[in-house]
């Protein structure tokens, strides 16, 4: 019975450390110090002086989580290069979008380290740089940038902007995209007059005239009207377009204001009067499919999608549809998007990881990728004979580029909260029509008003 | 008893060196395995390791994190809240029409696919040519991933180029954006659900079936009793066991539906066809309140136990009637 009971005893003990050692590693840590000191200060460890800097780091391997789409492609494509300059490994991680995020989230707050360089959405800068999540660069740009990858004066300033939190800089800007208007130039032509819709006025009226003249086949206009988050961008770049911003300076949310609601009462009508049938369930990508399958014959939204626009095997009018500047009301439409690459604050070779995030957004290498994307986030390219000739649409990128606005966007930390209850109240209107534009806008003021204030942003 | 046992050393390049250490491990060790070989339980340790790292210490750290304030958009560490997680979920109206859109999802879902479940295994309980064929062709839904069934159907509802409206405009009827409108967006996605799951309900239900003894059926037939009454006063009856199975299995997997919905509608348009485990998910990775996402899914793993107990009790009494 003795032995027997011991053997149970030795049983339950295996059972209660293992538990305790899973415990362990998946518990969240409850400290968001600074990262260790061996690596806070890049600049005052510098090895051997006349180590150039490029090789400092040589045989030190780093680990980096971006997510699956062309330019990820494009710079890993190259890796050898980075390699090969600076004796650094690099091993990485491409994951779906959402899914990266996602665990590139659950690194950061676990303080694991995992990751020494991640994509991170501008968007997410303000929440992870106060959590403490992201090393500020300020400091690896005064000191320890490599002169040949050294772009930070010719980053387009909107994406580079979008990259800093209170005066720091977090990132980067590895992708920069801003809103164009495509259009289908036979159309123009036959219902508009042959010139693109430079106003909002304009743009109602011809799509009112191609969805009249289209007879149920062909619908004027088509954009984001679905409820997940990636709809936020284009209804938020409208009311921008008003001359509001999403939130007051003292972070009060504007959907009430006379503005707000007339530029939404703009989009819902755009949709549910000239839009294809079941704009509500549509995400960017549907409205995409609907302008290529000739459905649609006018879509404002990112210029990454011009390749596409222009492919024959993607498109069906791929000669004709061509590209403006987004419409304007008292200011242009937004549907600014950037990406950068970032440092974990947790990281255990932060200078070798600066190396790679100044290496792949460097123009040297962005200029290698001309005929591979069209997300370039330097001037240089944007500014070029090549760019403008070879990118799809690239005539007005650049000046569209140059009109770009991050303050569209509520860069807050809860920003996903408020884009659940934005995109969720978007769909809704899309789907009953611009007579519950008032009450919708309304239902949605007071329910982000309430989350910023159980935020504690104000009582 | 100081000194018993003690090995012998040797001077080894300065080192002392145990020659029987290596042998006395080994023998500890291989006793230590032998031990556990003749334990009656030791064949269940490696399940119970599994269970450990991937069922139970999940839950108790789901349990733990719904006591605290967790949130990930601020620089503070999580700290302990007790209820407030809960409380804060059961006042908001949100967390309300999420669980009745549950409940009339998994109500509905669960009970077409049984029913529709049952109907196939009827007629696949007989003499059929190619039955085998037939059977095989029924299965191919339920091992398709979610997410691609979530897809394909999202295509074919599309107004525009989709299977579905083609042939109702075929048929001389209207399009119907199936996906956006907030009347038919939940339904929509009901009608996806219960394609992929009615073989599931089929194999289960025709198994039960052809375990049923073949005496009451020829018995009744001779007394001249209906199809619909041998039916109803002997195949349901005796089917009782398999129908609570697949209840039980159909319940679950509709309350924590996730993919489809997800890839369907996003729970929109609006919040249409916004479910449990969409808030939770909501709550968790948009909004990154990780406490109140915990909690959220508390709250429906005691729901779903709760009703796994209601049909387990009414499959235990439903036997000892028998």
Known sequence: ?459 | MAGKGRPSQKETGGELVDPGAFGRKRSRLSSALESLASWDGGFILPATGLMILLVIFPTLYTLGLSFVRWNLTEARPPTFVGLENYAFLVGETRFWEALGRTLIFTGVSSGVTLASGMTLALLLNRPLPAKNFIRTLLIVPMVVTPVVVGLTWRFMYNPELGMINFLLGELGFETIAFLGKIGTSLASVMVTDIWQYTPFALLILLAGLESLPTEPFEAARIDGASSFRMFWALTLPMMKGPILVATLFRVMFSFNTFDTIYVMTGGGPGRSSETLVMYAYRLGFEHWHMGESAAAALIMLILVTVFSRVILKVARASRSED
């Not at chain 1, 010139?195 to 743009?203: I, Q």
């Not at chain 1, 970032?342 to 932060?350: E, G, L, V, Y």
């Not at chain 1, 969720?424 to 989350?451: K, Y």
Request: charged share 20%; aromatic share 12%; with cysteine.
């Open chain 1, 1 to 459: 019975m003795n032995r027997k009971l011991a053997r149970m005893q030795g049983v339950i003990s295996a059972l209660v450390f293992l538990a305790l050692m899973l415990a362990a590693c998946g518990a969240p840590a409850t400290e968001t110090g600074p990262a260790p000191e061996a690596s806070e200060a890049p600049a005052t460890e510098a090895p051997e002086p006349e180590t150039p800097l490029i090789r400092r780091y040589e045989g030190e391997t780093i680990r980096i989580l971006m997510y699956e789409q062309v330019p990820t492609y494009s710079t890993l494509d190259r890796l050898q290069e980075f390699t090969d300059a600076t004796g650094i490994n690099v091993e990485y991680e491409l994951l779906a979008e959402s899914e990266m995020i996602r665990k590139e989230t659950l690194d950061f707050s676990s303080h694991t380290g995992t990751y020494d360089v991640t994509n991170v959405h501008f968007w997410y800068i303000p929440q992870f740089a106060q959590a403490g999540y992201l090393e500020p660069l300020d400091d690896y740009v005064a000191n320890l940038s490599v002169p040949e990858w050294d772009s930070m004066s010719d980053f387009v300033p909107s994406y580079l902007d979008s990259q800093r939190f209170e005066g720091g800089l977090y990132g980067l800007p590895f992708q920069g995209i801003v809103q164009i208007l495509y259009y289908r130039t036979d159309l123009i032509d036959q219902f508009c007059g042959g010139t693109p819709p430079a106003t909002m006025d304009d743009l109602m009226t011809c799509a009112q005239a191609i969805t009249e003249g289209g007879a149920g086949e062909v619908f004027g206009y088509t954009d984001r009207g679905s409820a997940d988050a990636a709809t936020f961008m284009s209804p938020a770049g409208w009311i921008y377009a008003w001359g509001v911003n999403f939130l007051d300076e003292n972070y009060h949310p504007q959907l009430t204001t006379p503005e707000a609601v007339a530029a939404m009462t703009h989009y819902v009508t755009l949709l549910y009067n000239y839009g294809p049938q079941g704009q509500a369930g549509m995400g960017w990508a549907e409205a995409e499919q609907a302008i290529l399958n000739g459905v649609a014959a006018m879509h404002a939204d990112t210029h990454d999608l011009g390749p596409d626009m222009v492919n024959p095997e993607r498109s069906q009018f791929p000669d004709s549809i061509s590209f403006a500047m987004p419409p304007m009301q008292d200011r242009y439409a937004q549907d600014f998007f950037a990406s950068g690459l970032s440092i974990n604050a947790d990281s255990q070779h932060k200078e070798a990881a600066w190396l790679f995030v100044q290496w792949a957004t460097a123009a040297a290498t962005q200029a290698e990728q001309l005929a591979e994307r069209s997300d370039f986030t330097v001037e240089s390219i944007l500014n070029s004979e090549a760019y403008r000739s070879q990118v799809p649409g690239g005539e007005v990128i650049l000046q569209a580029a140059q009109v770009a606005d991050p303050a569209y966007f509520p860069a807050i930390p809860e920003f996903g909260a408020l884009s659940d209850v934005f995109s969720a109240a978007v769909s809704r209107m899309v789907a009953e029509g611009p007579d519950s534009v008032e009450d919708v806008m309304t239902a949605a003021n007071a329910e982000i008003e309430e989350l910023l204030a159980a935020a504690g942003y104000y009582d």
